[in-house]
């Protein structure tokens, strides 16, 4: 029985995560979901949040966009449009991005606008989550 799975993460600008890990916790659209070596193998959508990663007995954190993952048994891959550790996020520049998302939804926008904004937000939402959950 496998202890570890392999969990790569990749973004349409490179591959930002490729380890061996303990366990994975994701933002499902349905809910939290947690990953452990074995897993069921499955298919399915993660939205903008936080993944918990539990390496070598220590907790890593990454915040991420909309995409899905693929599970099998020993791997877990993550396609998404964003995935930044939790050390490499910038509060200031989130808590900024975050405040121009939201004063541009109080404009009046065509639908496409409003998709595109509101991923936005959501992404800067995330990134904020992570960061101020290092503080705690």
Request: aromatic share 4%.
């Amino acid at each position: 029985m496998t202890s570890t799975l392999k969990l790569e993460i990749v973004t349409p600008e490179a591959r930002t995560y490729s380890e061996d890990v303990e366990m994975i916790t994701l933002p499902g659209t349905e809910g939290e979901m947690g990953i452990y070596p074995n897993h069921v193998p499955l298919m399915t959508q993660i939205k903008p949040g936080e993944i918990t990663v539990l390496k070598g007995g220590q907790q890593y954190f990454l915040a991420v966009g909309e995409g899905f993952v693929e599970i099998t048994g020993d791997r877990v891959a993550i396609m998404t449009d964003m995935a930044i550790k939790a050390e490499n996020i910038d509060e200031a520049k989130a808590e900024e991005a975050r405040k121009r998302a939201e004063a541009r939804l109080t404009e009046k926008l065509d639908d496409e606008e409003v998709a595109s904004v509101s991923a936005a937000l959501a992404h800067s939402l995330a990134q904020l989550q992570v960061k101020r959950r290092q503080r705690r």
